[in-house]
């Protein structure tokens, strides 16, 4: 038996296994590479979309309203200023059915005698 094993590895030819496990480890690296750059990628865009609010919310208000953090007058004032801010942003937004036909503003005429067409 143990001169069987040196007369099987005369035989082979390791140029062809070394090729491919060279082209297999290629293949491997290249895989995990691909992985860390989705992954960071991946990071990198949803930091991007969460982006932190600047000011309070509503709902931050009326809390603090009610831990009474601040007063009733402070709670209007800000309240104002929040949906006054509000409005003025949505008024910079295009129009949904700006290129909509509008509706028309007095009824067609009708046809003669009454009867509908």
């Known amino acids: 038996m143990p001169g069987f094993w040196p007369c099987f590895t005369a035989d082979i030819d390791f140029t062809s296994v070394l090729s491919v496990m060279f082209w297999c480890a290629l293949t491997l690296i290249a895989a995990v590479a691909a992985f860390f750059v989705y992954r960071r990628f991946k990071n990198w865009m949803s930091d991007a979309a969460d982006p932190t609010p600047a000011g309070f919310s509503f ?30 942003m949505t008024e910079k937004l295009p129009s949904a059915l700006a290129d909509r036909r509008q509706p028309p503003t007095s009824p067609p005429p009708a046809s003669p005698g009454g009867a509908i067409t």
Request: glycine share 4%; hydrophobic share 30%.
């Open 59 to 88: 709902s931050d208000l009326r809390e603090m309203r009610r831990q009474g953090q601040i007063s009733e007058e402070e709670f209007e004032k800000a309240r104002s200023k929040l949906f006054a801010s509000a409005k003025e």
